[in-house]
């Protein structure tokens, strides 16, 4: 019938079509003269060694049928304190019902165990067929997902008449920065803050290449910092409002909102179409702002689920 087996880094071609684009160099061997057969050649040092280790630890399982790929499990070793995680697994469609995705998983916790690991997560957008990724998640001894975000996508077009954006004023005492005005020592220090709910989240060091600077923006109030708006650019057309920061002792005082249409006003001015925002379960002052201000947009909601498996 099938065959579960564990594919080597980069000799695993046949199998791209089965994951993710932003995936499928690990599937394919480098092409003659990269970068990194000259770092291999030339022996770069103990970053190389630990990037070495790191690919050896990634996990590719295959499926095949009569010899034919049929399927792939791609999972990534842990990151600091990030459990190790499931990042794509795909049955091509002619296949399903045969138990190959319930293999995969199997194999999975079996390659997890031979690595002395106690847990692994997968994380998904409950879209298109993700019933059967949880039927799959039951079956192989995951715990039951859970919501760990929503997304809200908004036409920004249909944003460009709410009264809010122009309402909400920061005191004279406030001052808004670009991000691009900021000083690297003043981001070390944001990064570094240690407040209640605050996580790597809302670090503004996360992700520094993604930033839209012209919309990200740092509050201050008399010189100190107390709060910032971050928004990504990861597609062309769409923005995502990753963080809406502000410090504890400065809550409470409307700061968010305002920062938040200081933002706003310069999402409008951009050349994108859609605004996502991610809103964590927990976060009850942003679902209060989502249900008051976003609401009225129409926003397409989608879950982002999370299950742990414990070995």
């Not at 280790?53 to 792939?72: E, N």
């Not at 019902?97 to 106690?118: D, P, R, V, Y």
Request: with cysteine.
């Amino acid at each position: 019938m099938f065959e579960i087996v564990r594919l080597a880094l980069g000799r695993a071609a046949s199998y791209q079509s089965f994951t993710y684009r932003s995936y499928r160099g690990w599937l394919v061997k480098p092409a003659a003269g990269t970068e990194a057969e000259a770092d291999a050649g030339t022996g770069a040092g103990a970053g190389a060694e630990a990037e070495a280790d790191a690919d050896a630890q990634k996990i590719i399982l295959g499926a095949s049928f009569m010899g034919r790929p049929v399927g792939l499990l791609l999972a990534h070793p842990p990151v600091e304190d990030d459990p190790a995680r499931v990042l794509s697994v795909f049955v091509d469609k002619p296949y399903r019902g045969l138990g190959i995705a319930t293999a995969l998983m199997q194999e999975l916790k079996a390659s997890l165990s031979s690595m002395n690991l106690e847990q692994a997560c997968v994380e998904y957008y409950a879209l298109h067929s993700y019933e059967a990724l949880e039927r799959v998640l039951a079956k192989s001894g995951w715990q039951p997902p859970s919501v760990y975000s929503r997304f809200y996508r908004c036409d920004i077009a249909a944003g460009r008449d709410r009264k809010w954006i122009s309402r909400f004023k920061l005191p004279s005492s406030c001052t808004v920065i670009p991000w691009n005005e900021l000083r690297r020592g003043e981001l070390s220090l944001m990064n570094q803050l240690q407040e209640k709910d605050y996580n790597a989240y809302f670090m503004p060091m996360r992700a520094e290449g993604v930033i839209e600077r012209d919309c990200s923006l740092v509050l201050k109030l008399d010189e100190e910092i107390v709060g910032w708006s971050i928004v990504d650019r990861q597609l062309p057309e769409t923005l995502l409002y990753r963080t809406l920061y502000i410090r504890e002792a400065y809550r409470d005082n409307g700061l968010g909102l305002s920062l938040a249409a200081q933002s706003a006003q310069r999402m409008l001015r951009t050349n994108a179409s859609h605004l996502v925002i991610q809103i964590l379960p927990g976060n009850e002052r942003m679902q209060k702002v989502a249900n008051r201000l976003l609401a009225p947009m129409q926003p397409v909601v989608t879950d982002y689920k999370r299950a742990v498996l414990d070995l």
